[in-house]
């Protein structure tokens, strides 16, 4: 198996199988670079052929999972259309519909204890994630009379974490997810409510 993947290329790829696999059974901490190696179906040597670590494997699988998440979180900004505020609503949609559809993508993404600062193609990835979120709040702030427009980047910020807080503790698909006596969506659409109410893009009665 081992000859047969690099023959064909795809040792990367199995190896961040093999890290998902893993991620979904032990938990982004659990397991080691040679137990990655197996479930690969490779000697503990063959991973060193593009890996130093397994931060490194880590690192490779947060990007791929970072590149994913991007692509979702643009599709549904859509530009903006219909308009600003319902796109955002299907951002924040998409976001819970990440880590429900990629849990173990969003574990290596957020939990494994690497920052995207430790690499600079994780960290060109996650930003393209951020930006998805950040154009939305460009788009929103545009919208407010120039004088009451909070700083972009702080309500960027803020509504990231309100949307990742929410994603976190109760739109999660593994047995970590708290429970609520209303929906994720539900959650964040109130908490994204108040958070623009009081900072005045939306009337008080709203």
Do not use: Q
């Not at 990007?63 to 903006?80: P, Q, S």
């Not at 990440?98 to 993404?109: I, K, L």
């Not at 739109?171 to 005045?200: F, H, K, M, N, Q």
């Amino acid at each position: 198996m081992s000859k047969r993947g690099y023959h064909h290329g795809n040792l990367k790829s199995a190896l961040v199988d093999a890290v998902l696999s893993l991620i979904s059974e032990k938990g982004p901490n659990g397991f080691s670079f040679a137990e990655a190696a197996r479930r690969a179906g490779v000697s503990p040597a063959a991973p060193y052929r593009h890996f130093k670590d397994r931060d490194e494997l880590i690192i490779e699988t947060a990007r791929r999972g970072y590149e994913i998440f991007a692509a979702r979180l643009e599709a549904a900004w859509d530009e903006g259309r219909p308009s600003p505020l319902s796109a955002f609503d299907r951002v924040g949609r998409a976001y819970l519909g990440f880590a429900r559809a990629e849990p173990a993508y969003f574990a290596a993404m957020f939990e494994a204890g690497i920052a995207p600062e430790d690499d600079p193609t994780l960290r060109a990835a996650a930003n393209r994630a951020f930006d998805a979120l950040h154009r939305a709040c460009e788009a929103l702030a545009a919208r407010m009379p120039e004088d009451k427009r909070p700083p972009v980047l702080m309500m960027s910020y803020h509504l990231w974490a309100i949307t990742h807080g929410v994603t976190a503790l109760f739109g999660r698909a593994d047995d970590a997810r708290r429970r609520a006596p209303i929906s994720p969506e539900e959650l964040l659409e109130a908490g994204a409510t108040i958070y623009l109410r009081g900072v005045g893009f939306l009337p008080k009665d709203t």
